[in-house]
């Protein structure tokens, strides 16, 4: 989900329970796999909702689809960025 976070940053999330609209989400697709959107809007009434990318070039809400909550797995807390990467310890490929 460029530019808000780069592919070689981690982030650290919590399981999905409650979502609302603004919640950056992984989410699971049968096209897509794994993807990192934003919530657009939500149906509570059918347990779905419709993610957004803040970059342009990203894949539309409307190429992905509704997604169930049942398919969102993770809410993004925030990325640990490289500088709180090394001060932590963590090396590339853990």
Do not use: H
Not at 13 to 23: F, P, V
Not at 49 to 72: H, R, V
Request: aromatic share 8%.
């Amino acid at each position: 989900m460029t530019p808000l976070y780069n592919p070689k940053e981690y982030l650290l999330c919590k399981r999905a329970s409650k979502i609302k609209i603004g919640d950056i989400v992984i989410a699971n697709t049968k096209t897509y796999g794994k993807i990192v959107k934003m919530v657009k809007e939500i149906d509570y009434k059918n347990r779905t909702c419709w993610l957004q990318g803040i970059n342009p070039n990203s894949i539309s809400s409307k190429e992905i689809g509704e997604i169930a909550f049942k398919d969102i797995e993770w809410i993004v807390i925030f990325p640990i960025r490289n500088k709180l990467k090394r001060e932590l310890g963590i090396k590339r490929g853990r």
